[in-house]
T-cell receptor, first 115, second 113 residues
Framework: DVKVTQSSRYLVKRTGEKVFLECVQD?????MFWYRQDPGLGLRLIYF???????EKGDIPEGYSVSREKKERFSLILESASTNQTSMYLC??????????????FGPGTRLLVL | GEDVEQSLFLSVREGDSSVINCTYT??????LYWYKQEPGAGLQLLTY?????DMKQDQRLTVLLNKKDKHLSLRIADTQTGDSAIYFC?????????????FGTGTLLAVQP
């Protein structure tokens, strides 16, 4: 079974703090993703990575950065947290099969509250 | 443009069938997915369908794809209270090293006992 774990289920931070969200997958997947989920907006892609040290912006990268130093770990960084970054953050990993099928496997999510 | 739409809520009685609908705009999608999210949890893959298929059945789940109308549906037979969750459809757009998944806003399925 694929396992994607996220370091925290709940986090409370103050405006201006630097926040690290960690994600680890145990299936040797090349691709990893960070989404945020907000009511009425579904999932929106923040950043993704298709290899170690490689990263690509998603649809809403502003205010975020990422780090992928090892294949199994993908970190999301909020350099200076703001209240509009209060959200549920979901990490996923996947690999692209030769037939073009790619299933993303999700972690349990981190609920971040920025006060 | 890329857009995936779903209705926000669906309420059914236990034992009835549920049908959750989804429309998408990008005709170049390769695969379409249904995910389930239970309260406080991440997304769990339920099933997927290749864009060249019309139908896929997996136990109580039936996926129908009308590519001409860009309409996807998920039918859950004999719906149980444990099926109460948010259901997301997603279309995969091919692109380089990874596909891009475009998610709908999710449909909250409430199953009344």
């Amino acid at each position: 079974d694929v396992k994607v774990t996220q370091s925290s289920r709940y986090l409370v931070k103050r405006t201006g703090e630097k926040v690290f969200l960690e994600c680890v997958q145990d299936m040797d997947h090349e691709n990893m993703f960070w989404y945020r989920q907000d009511p009425g907006l579904g999932l929106r892609l923040i950043y993704f990575s298709y290899d170690v040290k490689m990263k690509e912006k998603g649809d809403i990268p502003e205010g975020y950065s990422v780090s992928r130093e090892k294949k199994e770990r993908f970190s999301l960084i909020l350099e200076s947290a703001s209240t509009n970054q209060t959200s549920m953050y979901l990490c996923a990993s996947s690999f692209l099969s030769r037939g073009g099928q790619e299933t993303q496997y999700f972690g349990p999510g981190t609920r971040l509250l920025v006060l | 443009g890329e857009d995936v739409e779903q209705s926000l809520f669906l309420s059914v009685r236990e034992g009835d069938s549920s049908v959750i609908n989804c429309t998408y705009t990008d005709s170049s999608s390769t695969y379409l997915y249904w995910y389930k999210q239970e309260p406080g949890a991440g997304l769990q893959l339920l099933t997927y369908i290749f864009s060249n298929m019309d139908m896929k059945q997996d136990q109580r789940l039936t996926v129908l794809l009308n590519k001409k109308d860009k309409h996807l549906s998920l039918r859950i037979a004999d719906t149980q209270t444990g099926d109460s969750a948010i259901y997301f459809c997603a279309e995969a757009l091919a692109g380089g090293a990874t596909n891009k998944l475009i998610f709908g806003t999710g449909t909250l399925l409430a199953v009344q006992p």
